[in-house]
């Protein structure tokens, strides 16, 4: 009898035929569930495999600090193939749930060399790479070196052989022929350099002002600086090159119009640079780049005289996208991956030709053609490549580049772009930010990359071309995670921007990647039908030039508008309450997804009682169902004008009657927004 624990590491029975996965669906998998420690040591006394999983286990424990009193209970996953040449994640992975409520996953893996052996007895062990002891090893440093080499080697489709380029305004020698570290302004000189991107923390780090950069020009002393810091100048000096730039010694913090200037030029900054050096797994200038990524590796004999090596590690988990929430079973982004949440390094990752991550447990590079990682396992979900990891860089890169394919085959190439800058949007402003005016800013690089594309003028976040489109954001966060609307403004309230929540679009790009998706059959999954005109939209630029920060932006619109009354509930939320805002209109009643935190005491308060107007924007159809669009808008201090301050989206089965409900009296108006 097979192992209740274990399952003598063989799936459930034998292998099925295609035409009964067909029929029915099937699989092998031997999941254990909530069994205790103390289950598995007693089941290792009599089954040599719990044998092996509790030494792996506990290897694992010491490297990582783990005390078997504090774990609660164990679940244990083991995947296996449901006929023979499937395409199925093989994974082999213990969760071990914690008492202060915390899981520690165990990855079970073979190496894919010879000398590692592992018995016929045994099926499905899935084959991964052992990474380097530590990120700044030396076999740590050749990994990376190889993976440059490779890209600058003219190979790669998209990553253009290295030119003597222009080096930004100021960088930071890092004392590569005489050790001292300075900044300099090297006025029009070209060369290599490399870019450090991290997160700053929350302590105050070393910046440059305009009261010590003459000190900083003759030396800014390698103690002096935080250990981040330190670690990307020794980098760069290995690497061979002269210079880095870093963001807070390079601009010049305390001068209002040299940040407009340079961080205007951060799109060049970043594209051009020979390599950005990213603090993945730090939270703060003061974490350094290095971690300590060992695994335990336990062999021997089994009782038949096979010989077998087994590697056991933390589970490398690689959303390397935002992912705020914690599935129960893996780490969440804000917490192994920290640099990724941070809203200034989405367009740094984007942008950068090539850029190196110091991550919490391995390396991993990222170019404009190809992602790597030391364990080989970044590109897919599981131990196979039956499930694809989203690649918003590679996303990105190949949609500009492959534009005129694309125009080409489809003739639809401007929808691809708009959809992207769409779906980047949404990725963007569900990551963290300390200054909300800086949202337009910190993705102004984006824009300004897609601009050669999209051939439109840029407004606010928006683009004329996609107007309709653009403007139909909605938040569908719940009122617990909800701010109010930053003041001073950081945009006009028609754009995603003048919120400080995650705003979503109803065409995103989902799943996306070159090896498996060559484009989404070019044609949108959910059509719109646009029923508002736009008049026109304008915008004051308030920094350099459109793509940093705006004084003022007005959108007139013309379409079928209704009156209601704001009301707001309490209700209940997985046992915790929330606030749910309405809109009453004669004879109903529909619930509305406010842009922000209408509560909030302030000058953007709206109390229930409230008159608002729904502006009818848009029909979007998808599949069987259909749902109409509108905004809700309130009249501003200047009765002339309205602000947006929410969404209301009715679902019905098409086709949609627009006449009908609450538009049934709707007065065509052509309205002002702000």
Known sequence: MSCSICHDFRGIGSYFSKSEIRAELKHRHHFKLGFTWSDLETSAVSCENCGILVLGCQGCFRQHGIEQSQILHCNLKFYYKAYEDEEQDEDKEVFLRMKDGSWFTVQIFAAPDDEYPIPFAWESIPIWNRTSSRTDSDEAFEIARGWIGDCLNGSHDFCKPPQSLALPTRVVDVGLLDDV??????????????????????????TTTRSNIQAHKREIPLELLPKTFQDAVLLTRRLGIAYIWIDSLCIVQDDDNDWKIESAKMESVYRTAHLTIAATCSSSAAGGLNTETPDYEVSGVTSSGEKYSLFFREKIDHHTENCSMDNGTSRPTVARHPLLTRAWVFQERLLSTRILHFGPYELFFECLTDIQCECNGIVSLGSSDAVPMAATKLLYIDTLENYEV?????????????????????????????KPQDRLPAIGGLAKSIRSKKESAYLAGLWKISLSDDLLWVIYTISAEKRPRPRPRSAPSWSWASVDTHSLYFDEIFMWHPDIWEMENSQPSRVSNHLANVVDCTVDVGGVDEFGTISRGKLTIAGAVSEGILER???????????????????????????????????????????VYSLRMSTVHEGSSEFLVSLILKASNDSAVFERIGTLLIYVRPPVDINSGIYESAEIRTITIE
Not at 181 to 204: F, M, N, R
Not at 412 to 434: D, E, F, G, K, P
């Open 569 to 611: 509930e309490v209700e209940s939320y997985k046992g915790e309450p929330i606030i749910v805002h309405y809109v009453s209109f004669p004879g109903i009643r529909l619930p509305m997804k406010s842009d922000y935190l209408l509560d909030h005491e302030g000058s953007d308060q709206v109390l229930p009682g409230t008159k």
């Open 181 to 206: 570290v300075k900044l300099i302004e090297p006025e029009d000189a070209t060369g290599k350099y490399c870019c450090l991107s991290h997160c700053w923390g929350l302590k105050q780090i070393i």
């Open 406 to 434: 694309y125009q080409e085959r489809s003739g639809n190439a401007q929808h691809w772009v708009s959809r992207l800058w769409r779906t980047l949007v949404s990725s963007y402003t569900a990551l963290q930010i300390t």
